[in-house]
């Protein structure tokens, strides 16, 4: 066999040995290997739940490919409510004439994603659909949150200071040009972030909200954040961290980073008092060098301040910022 | 708005709009309010999770939809193993054009599904793609796993009785009926299975293995149990419980109503002393009323009758079967 065909998804002899020779050999653990529709595992008192889907086009990009991504995004969101991601799901959707050896280099980055992250693939499907040799990825993720870990995006308060770990847009930029075909040394930043994010829990850093930056870019991520606390969100353009390569990328195609996704990147609203600290742990951690403060919280005057996020400019001017209007770059997780 | 657009899919404005007046209106609850991106809940000593991507065509059929069926599936697949379904993850793939209208009606049934099976929707996620109106939709399930409560394929007996929920490929012939545009009273089986799963377990009856008879119907599913405990499954032919309707369709077209696929019944592998209480609480049951004694597990004598299943013929005949060659009728699920 060299492609997918409909017989894969018929949940019969095909299915059992694309299971077989594919998926059990890459994601083989005890669980998995009970081979039932659902698995039982331990849990713990609180847990936390998430899903993404991931449509990205191309299926492999500069830095990355749709598996390494569909990891990388679900623990991501577990990580940014301080839970201590442990098992994933995985759902396939196949077009008919997916190559075999694509979808083993994807499945194979999958496992190795996993394992950097220290989850554990638990329970997986497969369908087949028509189509022209694309494909869709479903993630869910389950892990454990600590006792009196509470991070959520309400918990901003005045004062505090906005982190952002890496440089903007990298993402993006990297599919962008993969699809236009332009050669350029960007690649993507799709990462895990399990490392810095254990690195603020376990030294008692005072994070009291995180989002990962992904789909919208930060502008979109913050203002959420902004409207989600009722608070001032204030951020610097000349703190924003931004490789030279996706500066003049961002120039040349007249975009915008900060409404550009990542896929290895988070903002984290963090106490004053900590926020040395958070820096410092941020920037020893893998995918966290160019970590930068970039902003803070503010109490609110007015009304018309409440849930804004404003940008300093270079210039000195204050502009008003809101989610990204429009479609953006389509399939780009 | 009355069709889905790419801008949907941008993480912006737009993608906010259709979370906030499509989802959020319909699976609304307090956790989802929360609006994050990862849902934090309480959890317990051991948890049972699965997924499954549903592709079915078309959307809407007799008897059912693709949103219920997306409930359905992954609740059956969590009281498989003997858990209380929880938690469920719902991750949407639309492509351009789908109408708003039906999205409307699929995620109402969706909700009003779980509703039914008392599981709550705690996390989802959207993504646009380019495409003809269509939609996928992936669910992932939690559920809470009782002590002591051991289910799984492998734990079947010599003497242990088969026991089928209810006719057999109902959910299969009335997406075919649907698609060749034949007119005939054949409707979808698809349901949750929660209420006879939760007599079973409440009544202490000695289930040893479940399965739920999806893609690949009854035989796919008996001879993988078979398989999982390497015992001899016998089933009787003139046991099978079949709607005459479906008798009819399947002599028509020459179709085999053991290889065809349901979405809301269930094999039960039950210790013979509880088979008759067994059978007595899947009737009693809503979705349980033409439940039947199908066959019994045999000890195996020689080696070639390790893990195989044989059909005891109208006459008197015996057939083994095996797990489903080819692809079935694709796009059932």
């Given at each position: 066999m060299d492609r997918i065909t409909m017989e894969h998804g018929g949940g019969g002899r095909a299915t059992g040995e694309l299971i077989g020779e594919i998926f059990a050999r890459?994601?083989?653990?005890?669980?998995?290997?009970?081979?039932?529709?659902?698995?039982?595992?331990?849990?713990?008192?609180?847990?936390?739940?998430?899903?993404?889907?991931?449509?990205?086009?191309?299926?492999?990009?500069?830095?990355?490919?749709?598996?390494?991504?569909?990891?990388?995004?679900?623990?991501?969101?577990?990580?940014?409510?301080?839970?201590?991601?442990?098992?994933?799901?995985?759902?396939?959707?196949?077009?008919?004439?997916?190559?075999?050896?694509?979808?083993?280099r994807i499945?194979?980055?999958?496992?190795?994603?996993?394992?950097?992250?220290?989850?554990?693939?638990?329970?997986?499907?497969?369908?087949?659909?028509?189509?022209?040799?694309g494909m869709y990825i479903n993630t869910a993720g389950v892990g454990f949150v600590g006792k009196g870990v509470e991070i959520s995006s309400g918990n901003s308060r005045p004062g505090d200071v906005i982190i952002v770990s890496g440089s903007l847009g990298d993402h993006h930029a990297a599919i962008l040009s993969s699809r236009m075909e332009i050669s350029n040394t960007i690649v993507s930043d799709n990462a895990p972030l399990h490392e810095m994010v254990g690195s603020l829990l376990r030294e008692h850093v005072a994070v009291h909200a995180m989002r990962?930056?992904?789909?919208?870019?930060?502008?979109?991520?913050?203002?959420?954040?902004?409207?989600?606390?009722?608070?001032?969100?204030?951020?610097?353009e000349e703190a924003l961290p931004l490789h030279p390569q996706v500066r003049d990328f961002c120039g040349l195609l007249g975009l915008d980073p900060l409404y550009m996704g990542n896929e290895g990147k988070m903002a984290a609203?963090?106490?004053?008092?900590?926020?040395?600290?958070?820096?410092?742990?941020?920037?020893?951690s893998r995918y966290g060098k160019d970590a930068a403060v970039i902003g803070r919280v503010e109490d609110v005057r007015g009304q018309k301040d409440r849930g804004k996020l404003v940008l300093r400019t270079a210039l000195g001017g204050r502009r008003a910022l809101d989610v990204l209007e429009g479609e953006g770059l389509p399939r780009i997780c």
């Open positions: 890459e994601f083989s653990n005890e669980i998995l290997s009970e081979m039932e529709d659902c698995a039982v595992v331990l849990g713990d008192e609180r847990i936390a739940v998430t899903t993404d889907s991931f449509v990205v086009e191309p299926l492999e990009f500069p830095g990355g490919d749709i598996g390494r991504l569909s990891i990388c995004g679900t623990v991501n969101d577990l990580l940014m409510r301080g839970a201590k991601p442990r098992y994933i799901t995985c759902g396939f959707i196949l077009q008919e004439g997916v190559q075999i050896a694509q979808l083993k499945v194979r980055s999958m496992a190795d994603t996993a394992r950097e992250a220290g989850v554990t693939i638990v329970a997986g499907d497969t369908k087949v659909v028509e189509g022209a040799g990962d930056v992904t789909r919208g870019g930060l502008a979109t991520v913050l203002k959420e954040l902004a409207a989600g606390s009722g608070l001032l969100f204030e951020i610097e609203v963090v106490d004053a008092k900590d926020a040395g600290r958070a820096l410092e742990l941020i920037r020893a």
